[in-house]
């Protein structure tokens, strides 16, 4: 997608894409398919993953793709959401394009009321429900579908024009408004997670401003650091590794945003080496440096 770039490639061949933020402008885009769509706004024609979140709303037309490797029908009223990390296979691009579609890709500091919450408890967010483990889709009533519509209409509009007063602020609202629509929909899933992923998880939360390894996580738990990446891996699709470096990149820009504290403090308080160090990890996850995110952030 346009607004996406290459992080990086897991060990077994899957690209993962970030999302690609720009100077002034909210972590969020909308994209509308249709059956005449050209290729540049489609999603990638291979197996990919990626560290944003996307909701697809299909108003016409019918098809399937595959996350992790299970395949979702596509029919008109439906939503569809993709989590991070989640594997979409390579026929998407093909049946989305076979669909009259709104994409809506987003980070989670696009909504306020995510924006500071840890990655390890997104899960278990109501605004969420969608994106929970055993979720994924559902079906907006006919009655409904209009509103959908000018939500999404009205999302782009705003998004097209960020020079507008206002601008962010009603683009965040209109995402908002979406997420508690399709939070609505969610099916009741019971949520029952691993205990050891409950207590790697809460192991994170209580050491990742201290500069620990995934190896320091494990040895603290009695097992070793395969294993627990295993697990980890086998019940999010993200390795121990990389939770640890999410709520890091979490604070990080927690951090940034609300306050002043120079860019040696932020490094100390969430567990990276130095300034330095903070800068490189920055800037390979998100394409820019903190400095220049964090004035995008005042600006927006």
Do not use: K
């Amino acid at each position: 997608m346009s607004t996406s770039a290459l992080r990086t490639v897991r060990s077994d061949g899957t690209p993962v894409y970030r999302y690609d933020q720009r100077a002034g402008r909210p972590p969020m885009s909308v994209f509308r398919f249709d059956l005449a769509s050209h290729g540049s706004d489609l999603p990638p024609s291979h197996r990919h993953a990626h560290d944003f979140l996307v909701l697809v709303h299909v108003e016409e037309g019918e098809g399937e793709f595959h996350v992790d490797g299970v395949a979702r029908e596509l029919r008109a009223g439906g939503v569809q959401a993709v989590s991070q990390g989640e594997v979409i296979g390579p026929a998407a691009p093909a049946h989305i394009a076979r669909c009259r579609a709104w994409s809506l890709a987003f980070l989670p500091d696009a909504v306020p009321a995510l924006a500071s919450v840890s990655p390890l408890m997104r899960a278990h967010h109501p605004l969420l429900a969608l994106f929970a483990p055993g979720a994924g889709q559902a079906v907006v009533p006919e009655t409904e579908r209009d509103r959908w519509t000018r939500w999404l209409t009205d999302l782009d509009d705003e998004l097209a024009h960020p020079e507008r007063l206002g601008a962010g602020e009603a683009a965040a609202g209109l995402l908002t408004s979406v997420l508690v629509a399709a939070a609505r929909l969610a099916p009741a899933v019971p949520s029952v997670p691993d205990p050891l992923v409950a207590r790697v998880f809460e192991e994170i939360e209580a050491t990742f401003r201290e500069p620990v390894s995934a190896a320091d996580v494990a040895r603290a738990l009695g097992y070793t650091p395969g294993h627990l990446t295993t697990l980890v891996r086998r019940s999010t699709g993200r390795p121990l590794l990389e939770w640890i470096t999410e709520r890091r990149m979490t604070e990080v820009r927690r951090l940034l945003r609300e306050t002043d504290l120079p860019l040696a403090l932020v490094a100390a308080r969430t567990g990276l080496r130095d300034a330095s160090y903070l800068v490189r990890r920055f800037r390979s996850r998100y394409g820019t440096t903190p400095e220049a995110w964090r004035r995008s952030q005042r600006s927006a």
